[in-house]
């Protein structure tokens, strides 16, 4: 088997990567999410998943014209020969690598949970102060069936201290037997952890939280998420990194605007 083709026609390919990422979401999704995104999204899949949409027809057009100015040209620049067991193995580990990739992905229930700097554990700031404020989770609902019957909690691997989490509304706070998820939807749970200001101090919320468990059971499934030590702290010093560098800017922008100063 061999292929012969210029640098138009790579060029057409390029363009068409982004579409084919589509197809392979389309494929794998046929809602057209991707779904591994919602988890934690590394840079090639968040640049992607940010192209305008307008992008995709305009791409494949000039893929498809650049492919077809290429096959009319005399001159190649490039020849690449390839047997057909070899082309018949890379398929075979593709359409096994998807196939694997996507049972995989199945497995993991009909609810995606996303993590950040503030999820699972909300930090808030008050002046120079930064702790707690919260157990706070996002999930959305990706299966064609809503969720129903569900009873949440985190509760402490270090006292066996249970935080109730309920889910977020409108600004209300509703208990979760009294809520449906229907598909399609993203949701948040909260438990606040009770004190004034921003919550309690990282070494307070340590000794009660170094180690917890996210809990969310539902109608004919359960997810379970732990979260060690080594997580808590990872997660905690990300959020004190990110606060403290938004308290900076915009003290740096409080402090460039012009106004009255202080004798």
Do not use: C
């Not at 390029?14 to 991707?34: E, H």
């Not at 059971?217 to 990300?238: C, M, P, Q």
């Amino acid at each position: 088997m061999r292929f012969t083709f210029g640098f138009p026609s790579l060029a057409g390919v390029l363009f068409n990567l982004p579409s084919l990422f589509q197809f392979i979401k389309w494929i794998l999704d046929w809602k057209g999410r991707y779904d591994a995104a919602e988890s934690g999204r590394g840079p090639m899949t968040e640049i992607l998943s940010h192209i305008p949409p307008w992008f995709y027809p305009v791409a494949l057009i000039a893929g498809i014209v650049l492919i077809w100015w290429d096959s009319k040209r005399a001159k190649r620049e490039i020849t690449v020969s390839i047997s057909p067991l070899a082309a018949a193995l890379f398929v075979t580990v593709l359409a096994l690598g998807v196939w694997g990739w996507f049972f995989y992905d199945r497995s993991r229930g009909p609810i995606i949970w996303t993590w950040d700097v503030n999820l699972p554990i909300s930090i808030g700031r008050s002046g120079d102060f930064i702790g707690v404020y919260a157990f706070q989770m996002k999930g959305f609902n990706r299966s064609d069936e809503p969720i129903t019957n569900i009873n949440t909690f985190v509760r402490s691997n270090i006292t066996g201290d249970v935080q109730p989490l309920t889910f977020t509304i409108k600004g209300q706070q509703i208990q979760p037997d009294k809520v449906t998820v229907p598909p399609e939807v993203s949701f948040y749970l909260l438990a606040v952890i009770p004190k004034n200001g921003p919550g309690i101090s990282f070494d307070e919320f340590k000794k009660r939280f170094a180690s917890f468990t996210f809990t969310f059971d539902y109608e004919g499934g359960s997810f379970v998420r732990k979260f060690n030590d080594r997580e808590v702290e990872r997660i905690l010093a990300d959020g004190e990194a990110f606060h403290r560098a938004e308290y900076k800017r915009v003290q740096q922008m409080m402090g460039d605007e012009p106004g009255p100063r202080i004798k």
